[in-house]
């Protein structure tokens, strides 16, 4: 992975013959799914990148394809369907699949693209269940390829300096939490809405302050103690959740409140400390992202696109082999605290985790 056109050493007519790879300069992505974030976010982000480039796309709808070929000048050979996209295992433009499908698709396509020994990047959240999110980590080690998670925030600066000051207890222990993020959906017949696609509050938004959470805490939570679920428009989310709220209680005593919802707006983080307070609002907004502390500072650095900060990074961990900032087990994490929260929410009590 990573290897591009061959290069000859020079010198010595003994090594004339010795071919050295070249590495190459930017790794080809192809995107899977075409939808709103693939179309408006990530393809547009990858021209902005210099690590990583818009090489390939995987599409069930071939009425698309010639407008992102005119759009992008993607090559006949690097166009896909979900049927033969195992094909691209032998196209050395691509070095990275990025699975962009509806949450209850990811471990089928996720294991897919890892079949076929390319690294795999897989939006958030990573998959319906803690059991899917494992079959993808163990398809990625098993074909010794890189996997990383989308969650950008944690590439975001302002969220850094959040989980920096957690860390280094900068305002002191960490007392309460507070994560709210939400958006009113006035769609009625959107995946978002389909239990099997993977749709609902807590699955789509609400892995935003439940990662939050954890982020911000540096702990990981050791029970839900409580959730429930509600709905102003019941003949709707008939099958998943509009809003869920949540408690977590973590090692140290720390207890932490998390909303979210497609039936309101809310964009919030706040850490309240014995010696003061932090906050983002916005905290995951896709531009944007500022704060402020007790003390007056201000969270406001700005980088030009998420997106792009995020894929460079993530691109620069397989180029150079190192760690990727978000791995597989990170989603892991997540969804098993989703399955908790729905039990919770479900049984009515206390679930320990």
Sequence with gaps: MGIGAAGVLAGSSAFANIIIPKRKDK??????????YSRDLLAPALQLTQHCELKGIVTGSPDKVSQWQKRYGITDKNIYNYDNMNRIA???????????????????????????????WCEKPMARTAEECQQI?????????????????QHEPNTQTVIRFGREKTYGKLKSIRAEAGYYDGRTTHWKQNKALGGGAMYDMGVYPLNAIRYASGEEPIAVVKASHETNRPKVYTEVDETTLFTLE??????????????????????ECEKGWYELRPFQAYNGVRGRTS?????NQRIPNQQAKQMDEDAMAIKENTAVMVPGEEGLRDIRIVEAIYQSAKEGKRIAL
Excluded: W
């Excluded at 032998?90 to 471990?107: E, F, M, Q």
């Excluded at 919802?261 to 850490?271: A, Q, W």
């Design 295 to 299: 003390d007056g500072k201000e969270l």
């Design 250 to 271: 973590f090692p140290s005593g720390l207890v932490a409140n998390g909303k979210t919802s497609f039936g309101m707006n809310m964009n919030e983080l706040r850490v």
């Design 90 to 120: 032998g196209n050395p433009d691509i070095d990275v699949i990025y699975i962009v499908l509806p949450t209850g698709l990811h471990a089928k396509y996720a294991v897919k693209a890892a079949n076929t020994g390319k690294h795999v």
């Design 137 to 153: 980590i163990d398809a990625c080690k098993k074909n010794k390829v890189k996997l990383s998670i989308g969650y950008r925030m």
């Design 27 to 36: 790794l080809g992505v192809a995107l899977v799914g075409l939808g709103y």
